[in-house]
């Protein structure tokens, strides 16, 4: 399974961003997609994730800003990115649990994402 993210860059405070993430490959299902962040000498967080049948999740930061989507047809995860602040810059990762049959963790390559104040 691959993971091709898009839509990372250089905005201002209180723009938007949408980003992707498209997974290929023998996929038989996708189990859930999730979107992490990391800043610059932190840990990896969790931004939102979004189950196959629903019940997004959110971190507390990006709650009412951020929205997690997914289409399955196309096996994608969007992030839409609103009102964006300074603390939201980092390298964004799609994650994806998904059965080929075998049910296993796979990350993106990393989008980066730059808020200017």
């Known amino acids: 399974v691959q993971l091709q993210a898009s839509g990372g860059g250089l905005v201002q405070t209180g723009e938007s961003l949408r980003l992707s993430c498209a997974a290929s490959?023998?996929?038989?299902?996708?189990?859930?997609m999730a979107w992490f962040r990391q800043a610059p000498g932190k840990d990896r967080e969790l931004v939102a994730s979004?189950?196959?049948?629903?019940?997004?999740n959110y971190a507390d930061s990006v709650k009412g800003r951020f929205t997690i989507s997914r289409d399955n047809a196309k096996n994608t995860v969007y992030l839409q990115m609103n009102s964006v602040k300074p603390a939201d810059t980092g390298v964004y990762y799609c994650?994806?649990?998904?059965?080929?049959?075998?049910?296993?963790?796979?990350w993106g390559q990393g989008t980066q994402v730059t808020v200017s104040s």
């Open positions: 490959g023998d996929i038989l299902s996708i189990d859930s």
């Open positions: 979004l189950p196959r049948y629903g019940g997004t």
């Open positions: 994650h994806v649990v998904a059965r080929t049959p075998y049910r296993n963790s796979y």
